[in-house]
């Protein structure tokens, strides 16, 4: 077996572990921190795939911006600590359901995946890397490239614009302070 | 390359693990004996009123989305800032022209009040 292979079953095991934990969690905030620990561990598989940029984004995308997000969330409802009831009618079953329908689509993809012998050959080079992906950014993709950050600029002025438009009726001077 | 995340790996453990070495080894070390005023919130003062879970306004969430925005951004500065050495002076005022288009969604916001503390 080899130190990658190791290395796959020691971070999936890991990552089966933390999102148990994270679903028994009582606390949204544990749950929450859980959740972090398990992208973080995800990003750790996408290294070993090689694709060292996708363990980037993931660690500040999924572990930064995203956890922050639902801690905002949790922060905004107030959220207690969780009991175990059924606040929904059912959902326990569509949970059920929703694990078996997975676990059969699972097991076709697996199923009709290809031999080990006519897998494609693996990617040579650095293909992925950070440094390949910042030469293709700053050559052939430039004008995509600043395309983002007017995209980035539209969704801040709408975000800024949506959340005003909420607090409109009240008075900024009165409430701020 | 990957002896060189071995590195990084390494270090993470290290990070991990000396915070769990002092806060372990106090709680292994300390005598336990609780008591009623021990566990109160404060041992002089006033108790707390009310939950310590409260609800923040919802104009909060302001703040994580512009968080998010410019975490995005930061995404394009790591393949830039790696490949900065051979790309020369034009990712650099690339780079500016991306940095100065999302600085004028910062000011926007900034002037708007967006970041005031409501």
């Known amino acids: 077996m080899s130190a990658e292979v190791l290395l796959f079953y020691v971070v999936g095991a890991l990552l089966l572990l933390s999102a148990g934990a994270m679903i028994r969690s009582n606390d949204p905030v544990h749950a929450a921190l859980w959740?972090?620990?398990?992208?973080?561990?995800?990003?750790?598989?996408?290294?070993?795939?090689?694709?060292?940029?996708?363990?980037?984004?993931?660690?500040?995308?999924?572990a930064g911006a995203i956890m922050v997000l639902f801690?905002?969330?949790v922060m905004l409802l107030g959220a207690q600590p969780m009991t175990r009831s059924e606040p929904i009618a059912g959902h326990r079953a569509t949970a059920v359901f929703g694990l078996v329908a997975l676990v059969a689509l699972l097991s076709v993809a697996v199923a009709r995946a290809p031999a080990a012998g006519r897998m494609p050959p693996p990617l040579t080079g650095d293909f992925g890397s950070p440094e390949a992906i910042g030469q293709a950014l700053f050559t052939?993709?430039?004008?995509?490239?600043?395309?983002?950050?007017?995209?980035l600029l539209v969704a801040l002025i709408g975000a800024?614009?949506?959340?005003?438009?909420?607090?409109?009726s009240e008075d900024p001077e009165e409430t701020s302070g | 390359m990957t002896e060189n995340w071995a590195f990084v790996a390494i270090f993470a453990l290290l990070?991990?693990?000396?915070?769990?070495?002092?806060?372990?080894?106090?709680?292994?070390?300390?005598?336990?004996?609780?008591?009623?005023?021990k566990q109160s919130t404060y041992e002089c003062g006033l108790e707390t009123v009310g939950e310590t879970w409260v609800q923040f306004k919802v104009q909060y969430y302001l703040f994580a989305l512009i968080f998010v925005l410019f975490?995005?951004?930061?995404?394009?500065?790591?393949?830039?800032?790696?490949?900065?050495?051979?790309?020369?002076?034009?990712?650099?005022?690339?780079?500016?022209?991306?940095?100065?288009?999302?600085?004028?969604?910062?000011?926007?916001?900034w002037r708007k009040g967006a970041l005031e503390w409501v």
Not at chain 1, 36 to 62: D, E, S
Not at chain 1, 160 to 168: E, K, L, N, P, T
Not at chain 2, 15 to 37: E, H, Q
């Open chain 1, 71 to 73: 801690l905002f969330v």
């Open chain 1, 35 to 62: 959740m972090v620990g398990n992208f973080l561990l995800t990003a750790v598989l996408y290294l070993v795939l090689q694709a060292p940029f996708i363990a980037a984004v993931q660690v500040i995308v999924y």
């Open chain 2, 71 to 109: 975490d995005v951004e930061t995404i394009f500065l790591y393949p830039w800032a790696v490949a900065y050495g051979k790309l020369g002076l034009f990712a650099l005022g690339e780079m500016f022209v991306f940095l100065g288009i999302l600085a004028v969604g910062l000011i926007y916001a």
């Open chain 1, 160 to 168: 800024v614009m949506i959340a005003r438009f909420g607090s409109q």
């Open chain 2, 15 to 37: 990070s991990l693990s000396i915070p769990l070495i002092a806060l372990g080894m106090s709680w292994a070390l300390r005598p336990k004996r609780p008591g009623a005023i």
């Open chain 1, 140 to 151: 052939d993709w430039v004008l995509p490239f600043e395309w983002v950050s007017l995209m």
